[in-house]
């Protein structure tokens, strides 16, 4: 059965720092493209970063370019997004997801057939 399971959300102030991590069970996806999204309430599941599984290749929404970074460690089947400079509208609960494939880097929803169960996080002002 395939697993992903997100830890290290939390609380933290404005302008601080938090890593979430991802770790994957059940399949290696070594070689999938993995991705972070996140739903605030009230709003949509939206893409937030996504890591290429055919070589690493990188993307971000424009919202958190530059101050979130996403990595990822194949050897622990594990995907991180460090979060720097956190602001009080990245307040939500943050998923992880997997696509099937390693090509191509997919922002949609639909591109993402395995998810996690989310972990929250919460940036006070």
């Known amino acids: 059965q395939v697993q992903l399971v997100e830890s290290g959300g939390g609380l933290v102030q404005a302008g601080g720092s938090l890593r979430l991590s991802c770790a994957a069970s059940?399949?290696?996806?070594?070689?999938?493209?993995m991705g972070w999204f996140r739903q605030a309430p009230g709003n949509e599941r939206e893409f937030v970063a996504a890591?290429?599984?055919?070589?690493?290749?990188?993307r971000y929404a424009d919202s958190v370019k530059g101050r979130f970074s996403i990595s990822r460690d194949n050897a622990k089947n594990t995907v991180y997004l460090q979060m720097n400079n956190l602001k009080p509208e990245d307040t939500a609960v943050y998923y992880c997801?997997?696509?099937?494939?390693?090509?191509?880097?997919?922002?949609?929803?639909?591109?993402?057939?395995?998810w996690g169960q989310g972990t929250q996080v919460t940036v006070s002002s």
């Open positions: 890591i290429r599984g055919s070589d690493t290749l990188t």
């Open positions: 059940g399949r290696t996806f070594s070689r999938n493209t």
């Open positions: 997801a997997a696509q099937s494939t390693g090509y191509y880097i997919g922002i949609r929803l639909e591109n993402y057939p395995y």
